[in-house]
């Protein structure tokens, strides 16, 4: 079944304490990307990458860091959460110019 | 700037009337254009897109969405509404590489 597959779906954690929301997908895409979602913002890019190894700033790019090193793989790393970074978050993959498909999100809570 | 606009936060409608939820876009060049929908506590779904060619565009589950070029919108519709249309609909832009979200649009369908 092609899918997006976001670890973990919930996570509470403290401030300053360094987090990585792992992302995956089955279907060969060149194009990745995350996303949060905040109300009455609706969803905002954060980092999108073209490829292995090729990444590059969303619109809302600070305290996060990514890396791509492998096709399938596009993990989210925060180095200091802070409180401001509570949010719902979303990986989606695709085919560049193409359709995202979304992980279910993972819903993250910094004290 | 880039901007994905939905101007109403929520849409209302009974049961088999039809049904609009808007978007207005400004980004520079010739975007792709998608609507997607989210169901409580998952992923978005892609419903349709617009590249290039007919301004109707048909998609997933009756939807259907109108592109205007001079007035830069792109409204999604559907003839006869579902009370299982009942979601969270995104108007969305791809332009140089991004992706741009609009806030949302609660969509109600009462029986």
């Known amino acids: 079944e092609a899918q997006v597959t976001q670890n973990p779906r919930y996570l509470i954690t403290v401030t300053g304490k360094k987090l990585t929301v792992t992302c995956s997908q089955n279907m060969n895409h060149e194009y990745m990307s995350w996303y949060r979602q905040d109300p009455g913002l609706g969803l905002r890019q954060i980092y999108y990458s073209m490829n292995v190894e090729v990444t590059d700033k969303g619109d809302v790019p600070e305290g996060y860091k990514v890396s791509r090193k492998e096709k399938r793989n596009f993990p989210l790393i925060l180095e200091s959460p802070s409180p401001n970074q509570t949010s719902l978050y979303f990986c989606?993959?695709?085919?560049?110019?193409?359709?995202?498909?979304f992980g279910d999100g993972t819903r993250l809570s910094i004290l | 700037a880039q901007s994905v606009a939905q101007p109403e936060d929520q849409v209302n409608v009974a049961e088999g009337n039809p049904l609009t939820v808007k978007c207005t876009y400004s980004v520079s060049g010739n975007p792709y254009l998608f609507w997607y929908v989210q169901y409580p506590n998952r992923g978005l779904q892609f419903l349709l897109k617009?590249?290039?060619?007919?301004?109707l565009v048909k998609g997933s589950y009756g939807f259907e969405a109108e592109f205007n070029k001079s007035q830069t919108s792109f409204h999604l519709k559907k003839p006869s509404a579902l009370v299982s249309d009942s979601a969270l609909y995104f108007c969305a832009v791809y332009n140089f590489n991004k992706f741009y979200f609009g806030s949302g649009t609660k969509l109600n369908v009462k029986p």
């Open positions: 617009y590249i290039t060619g007919d301004n």
């Open positions: 989606a993959s695709s085919q560049p110019r193409q359709p995202q498909h």
